[in-house]
């Protein structure tokens, strides 16, 4: 066997720059997503993965009055013939048209498991069946009547359609999402019937405002429902734009028990979540404790959503309940609005809602165009065959006289009576029966009815007006099987207004007790019932290697401070943490703290009071209480902090002090006025304590006359007189047997 020859000749080779080659291979890697892939059309709303499943299906016979086929063999057919990708990208595309959650109209009809909004996966396509639906056949109506553009199949072995004739405006009603290169497509789903009333004002008003536009189309309606609590300026700004995005909530009613009690049922959830992932998310918020008001959920469903929501008491309204479940869970979402499609020429863009139901009617106007067009081809080639039957019923006899003694009849014939070749032809095809008097007296009149119909398709392909009178009574047969009156179109996302702010907040309703809250010096942070003494908190379990560090009362009401080495102040809800069964969680989950920041001090929150904060440089200030309150995870930066300092120092300012107290590492003790320290809500502060290689370690703020405070010990005002001084000045050491810590309270 003779050996193969790889070697490529030297002037075959052309030298590419490699930036250019990368730029020409990733631009059409691009348009390769852009415009077959994730973008639908804006004539028919689709992909080509369903515009070619849609046509197979056709190709199989598979209409909605025909027995269903497996969904294998569709799939097969797709991949053979048009879609040359994998069969699972192929079935879930199938999948998704028939899913009735997923699709507002959808465009297959299944048979079996098609999986469920608890977010399980369908069967496999060897066990399932499907079969178009009536508004895949609206789609799909015409397609055989050179009503769109053909092009060669990916082998060129057959043909397939550029886009189908889309007797149904899909891609408003049904959506699309897609992400491409670049850019994405996320169009939610709409009323077919809200439409339809939009369409026909737009071909009565060409120049139609959008404002009244939006008026008729009031906003998307999910498969799902739910409550679309959008302002109307915002929907109404969104299809002026083409991009925006839709507030959508949970339907949900509130059934009354005995006793004062109720439990809220959720009937409806927003469109795309799935249940299970919802209730797991919702469970894991009641054990967590981050919603203290409620105290279990549970699932009902069976054909229907069955949320059942059980609140701890009924003295919490069910609209406080519902608001805070709104917030930290997927009962509430925004649905973006990014109008991006492919226009007729194939060019990607963001449109309106009057462009795009403006391109919808174009295309159906082209559709009407070329099927009349088609349809006179037709009437004008089958009245040339009746001109042809009805002379040779003038001249019956002498025409069979030609056929039985001629050898080649038809040009005789042809001369004879001055036929053309296709009425020569069609006379010779007739059958003896169709020699009858009263067939004659058909094809008179079926000749007399194409007639007038030819009449009529000329004069509707003259007249503009005709036109769009013709499209308006197509979009008035569409409203009528899929508008609001049927079952299948009608509204089932309710128009709702923005909820009003509620005036109370969960902790008005938590339960008020005594707690302790402890953090490990690893950093867990937990919640123990009563107020414990210090020996109780040292005999809570602790992980190996840790043990108590901060331990301060509390109320399961409140909130606490924490502050720490960054410089920030965090707050935590007391009802948030966790319980002291367990070790309780690490606080760096709960805050947004690095694993190089530690905690400086935990503090109960109580308003109206003030700190003295201060870094390891020795800089600080008073900040009021109220100024350091968190909102976010991401804490409040209140000392700002130069490179390698940290924040080290953290007091309460007692409402009479006059003295500030600064201890560095090194154990030199300055003490000087309190109004030399100015009050801020943010900065670096001033020099409390000037030292070149020491540090500071703490500081504190006290009434002179009541005496320094220093580990168990009392040092009153008349031993202080050595140490005072100005601020921004060194110290100087302690006295033999004044306490050795380094922080005032150790």
Known sequence: MAKRNNVVPLAAIKPVQFGQALRERYLSYALSTIMARSLPDVRDGLKPVHRRLLYAMRQLRLDPNSAFKKSARVVGDVIGQYHPHGDQSIYDALVRLAQEFAARYPLIEGQGNFGNIDGDNPAAMRYTEARLTEVAEALLAGIDENAVDFRPNYDGSTEEPVVLPGGFPNLLANGAAGIAVGMACSIPPHNAGELCDALLHLIKTPNARIDTLADLVKGPDFPTGGVLV????????????????????????????????????????????????????????????????????????????????????????????????????????????NLNVLDKDNTPRVMDLREALQAFLDHRREVLVRRSTFRLAEIERRLEILDGYLIAYLNLDRLIKIIREEDEPKPKMIRAFKLS???????????????????????????????????????????????????????????????????????????????????????????????????????????????????????????????????????????????????????????????????????????????????????VLKGGRKFLVASDAGRGFVVPEDEVVAQTKNGKQVLNLADKEKAQAFAVVPDNADQVAALSVGRKLLIFPLDQVPEMGRGRGVLLQKSKADRLSDAQAFRLDDGLAWSNRIIPANELKFWRGERAQAGRMPEKGWPRAKRFKD
């Not at 006793?259 to 979540?273: A, D, K, N, S």
Request: glycine content about 6%; some cysteine; charged content about 35%.
């Open 421 to 603: 070749d296709l009425q020569a032809e069609a006379i010779l095809n007739m059958r003896l029966r169709a020699l009858r008097r009263l067939e004659e007296f058909e094809i008179k009149g079926e000749h007399k009815k194409l007639s007038a119909e030819r009449k009529d398709l000329r004069a509707l392909l003259k007249d503009d007006k005709l036109q769009w009178a013709k499209i308006s009574e197509e979009v008035q047969e569409t409203k009528r099987k899929f508008g609001g009156k049927t079952e299948l179109g009608r509204r089932r996302t309710e128009l709702a207004d923005a909820p009003a702010e509620i005036e109370h907040a969960v902790e008005d309703f938590v339960e008020r007790e005594p707690i302790t809250v402890v953090c490990s010096e690893k950093g867990w942070i937990r919640a123990a019932k009563s107020h414990l003494d210090e020996k109780a908190v040292a005999e809570l379990k602790y992980k190996e290697g840790d043990g108590p560090r901060f331990a301060i009362h509390a109320q399961s009401i409140d909130k606490v401070l924490v502050f720490a080495t960054n410089g920030r102040f965090y707050t935590l809800g007391c009802d948030k943490l966790p319980s002291a069964r367990g070790h309780g969680e690490p606080i760096r989950l709960m805050i947004e703290l690095g694993n190089e920041q530690d905690i400086v001090q935990l503090e």
């Open 230 to 337: 959008e302002p109307r300026e915002s929907i109404l700004e969104a299809y002026k734009t083409g991009r925006g995005a839709f507030r959508l909530r949970a339907r949900y009613q509130v059934e009354e028990l005995p006793r004062g009690q109720y439990r809220i049922i959720v009937t409806e959830i927003p469109y795309q979540v799935q249940k299970g992932k919802l209730i797991e998310r919702i469970a894991e918020i009641i054990n967590a404790k981050k919603l203290p008001i409620l105290e279990d959920v549970r699932d009902e469903s069976a054909d229907d959503v069955r949320i059942v929501l059980e609140p701890r008491t009924g003295n919490v309204p069910a609209e406080l309940l519902m608001e805070q479940l709104f917030r930290q869970t997927d009962l509430e979402i925004r649905f973006p609005l």
